[in-house]
């Protein structure tokens, strides 16, 4: 049981290390890089008027509610399936 807990925590201990040893690695190892200065902008800016109705993330929002709403029903059937005696 002990051995179980050891590897567990070490688990976990790389879990949470990798991501922030990651983060403090150097960018663009081995290259130079140089930034040239311009006159002016590279890409110029639009105007974008804003149309009266959903954001185009919202049919993404909707799909997502459906699937939820389908998973919690088949959990619930799953549930019910369970509970039942013979």
Same mark, same amino acid.
């Given at each position: 049981m002990k051995i179980r807990r050891i590897a567990l925590t070490l688990f976990? %201990?790389? %879990?949470f290390t990798g991501p922030v040893v990651a983060a403090h690695a150097d960018d663009?190892?081995?290259s130079n890089t140089t930034v040239r200065s311009s006159s002016g902008p590279a890409v110029l800016g639009s105007n974008v008027s804003r149309s009266s109705g959903l954001?185009?993330?919202g049919g993404d929002v909707a799909e %997502?509610?459906?699937i939820g709403l389908a998973a919690v029903g088949a959990g619930t059937v799953l549930v019910r399936r369970s509970r039942r005696t013979a």
């Open positions: 976990a %201990l790389g %879990l663009y190892v081995g954001a185009v993330t %997502l509610a459906v």
